[in-house]
């Protein structure tokens, strides 16, 4: 009869034993079907089943718990009004000013307008970007819901709730399309868009004795002009540009501002209506100086538009070389 030590060996060299081995396509049959305990993968049909029906539940009642989540959370916001405006949004209310053409993609971080004389392929890649850029100017068809809410707008005649104004940029002549936006006469022409931000209301400088002492003289002269001729107009962002140092202020030229000096305070407040688009200001230098790089700055005018030429806070800069 064994002993307590001999059943005890004997099970140790059992636990340790190597198993059988068997054909490796025995194995791989018997991995996915044995017919010994009628298993597919180890497990039974009945196993299987059971976690098959535990993870359809857990990652069922996932996805609906994460569905409510989320159509709550969509309650909560308006397809057209942000949660967040003005001071409580992180637009701020100091909208920026940016201009157009741009430079290739290629240099994107550059804000240099470069071309060489009058040739056509040497100023293609500005009348183009332009081209597309305005495309939406002129056909309604490519902004969503621009069509037949378009109204023919002006200071005495704001837009009605659900229509939005007009921007006929047709006639702002030499900056068409149709004469090239004047690149082929070494005059080019350069558009600015303020930037839009929901519910902004501009506060305009709409009396020529109540103006700031750092706005351009020139400016200072179009509004007192505007104030006897024109007081409707009055309420307008206005628009400078100058040379950002003395060697280019003497280099830029004489320029012109169409269709006037500014953004018409009818476009604003932007309440992001179906189809609105931002109104622009072509800026037509007419003789710049050539072959020399002319440091350009741009600014946009409204008490509650505050310039930080460091952080180009409502202004925009750009250099303009034409060889």
């Known amino acids: 009869m064994p002993t307590i030590t001999e059943d005890c060996i004997d099970g140790f060299q059992q636990y340790y034993a190597r198993p059988p081995e068997r054909p490796k396509k025995k194995s791989l049959k018997q991995m996915i079907y044995d017919s010994e305990d009628n298993s597919y993968f180890g497990r039974s049909i009945e196993s299987w089943a059971k976690i098959g029906i535990f993870y359809v539940a857990f990652y069922g009642v996932l996805a609906a718990l994460v569905a409510i989540c989320m159509w709550a959370f969509f309650q ?10 003005l001071d409580r949004s992180l637009i701020g209310t100091n909208p920026g000013l940016g201009f157009r053409p741009l430079p290739p993609l290629d240099n994107v971080e550059s804000t240099l307008i470069w071309y060489k004389g009058t040739q056509h392929e040497n100023y293609k890649h500005w009348t183009d970007s332009l081209n597309d850029f305005l495309a939406v100017y002129k056909v309604p068809g490519l902004t969503p819901g621009r069509g037949q809410n378009i109204y ?18 047709k006639s702002w002549a030499p900056c068409t399309r149709e004469n090239n936006y004047s690149y082929h006469k070494s005059a080019p022409c350069i558009f600015l868009k303020l930037n839009k931000i929901y519910g902004w209301i501009p506060e305009y400088y709409n009396n020529s004795r109540d103006l ?7 400016l200072k002269t179009y509004i007192a002009e505007v104030e006897k001729s024109e007081p ?6 206005w628009v400078s540009c100058e040379g950002e140092n003395p060697a280019d202020q003497e280099n830029i030229g004489a320029i012109n501002y169409l269709p006037i000096r500014g953004f018409p305070g009818y476009f604003y407040p932007y309440q992001n209506s179906e189809g609105y688009l931002s109104p622009l200001v072509a800026v037509h230098f007419q003789r710049p100086k050539r072959g020399i790089i002319i440091n350009v700055e741009c600014k946009a005018w409204a008490r509650n538009i505050i310039h930080d030429r460091k952080d180009r806070i409502g202004s925009v800069h750009y250099e303009l070389l034409i060889d």
């Open 76 to 85: 909560t916001l308006d397809p057209r009004i942000p949660k967040w405006t």
């Open 152 to 169: 023919n707008c002006d200071y005495n005649q704001p837009p009605p709730q659900g229509q939005v104004c007009d921007v006929d940029i």
């Open 212 to 218: 700031p002492e750092s706005m351009p003289s020139s």
């Open 232 to 237: 409707i107009k009055l309420n307008t962002i």
